[in-house]
């Protein structure tokens, strides 16, 4: 996956943690969040302006990426350096967002700063 202002979160030793959950997951669902993904890439955050992105946190600034389908699936990112971080790609369940997801990706935001 290749995409100039994306950078996928990547654990202390190098594993590639966010590409290979979007790798296991099956071949309609990586189509969808590839193309969740290109939005992203190419609209940035004028697509705060849609349902596609929402801020969900203050600081530091959390937003997730929505992919909905039969599975709705959540993309948590941050800005840093005018790039998007990708910090974490979960099912959402339930209407509430889960709060492990959510300090996930803070904690993966202030580690990656």
Do not use: H
Request: proline share 2%; net charge positive; no cysteine.
């Amino acid at each position: 996956m290749s995409y100039d202002k994306i950078v996928f979160y990547k654990s202390v030793s190098g594993k590639e943690i966010i590409v290979n959950q979007i790798e296991k997951l099956g071949t309609q669902d990586q189509v969808k969040v590839r193309n969740g993904l290109k939005l992203l890439n190419i609209y940035e955050l004028q697509l705060l302006q849609t349902k596609w992105v929402k801020k969900i946190y203050a600081n530091p600034a959390i937003y997730e990426l929505r992919i909905v389908g039969k599975f709705n699936f959540r993309l948590f990112f941050s800005i840093i350096k005018s790039r998007y971080l990708i910090t974490n790609v979960f099912v959402k369940k339930s209407q509430k967002t889960p709060r492990s997801e959510l300090d996930l990706a803070i904690k993966r935001t202030k580690e990656f700063t």
